[in-house]
């Protein structure tokens, strides 16, 4: 599992037209994309932890469930928005 979500480097602040433009319209998503289905890995490792664990575990893997699904959803809005400017650049 992840310790957390950060945004790719990439995805934060590009510009196409800039040094590596170009490159960063297929780099950037693609990293946001891999960072989102990473953290819906963590989300489903999570979770089998959690139906699987003793009772006396079950409150700390909750948590840790609770976390994944956290960074997941933050992953997703970050694909979704960079997606959402591409395709505002193209209109």
């Known amino acids: 599992m992840s310790s957390g979500f ?4 990439a995805a934060v602040g590009s ?6 433009g170009a490159a960063l ?8 994309y891999v960072s989102w289905r990473e ?10 932890l959690w ?6 575990e079950r409150a700390n893997a909750f948590a840790v469930y ?13 694909f979704r928005e960079l997606v959402e400017r591409m395709r505002g650049r193209r209109a």
């Not at 950060?6 to 480097?9: E, G, I, N, Y």
């Not at 976390?67 to 933050?74: G, K, S």
């Open 6 to 9: 950060t945004r790719p480097a």
């Open 15 to 20: 510009v196409p037209g800039a040094e590596g």
């Open 25 to 32: 319209l297929t780099d950037a998503p693609l990293a946001c």
């Open 39 to 48: 953290e819906s890995e963590s989300v489903r490792t999570a979770y089998g």
């Open 51 to 56: 139906r699987a664990g003793e009772p006396r």
């Open 66 to 78: 609770h976390a994944a699904l956290d960074r997941e959803e933050r992953a997703a809005l970050t």
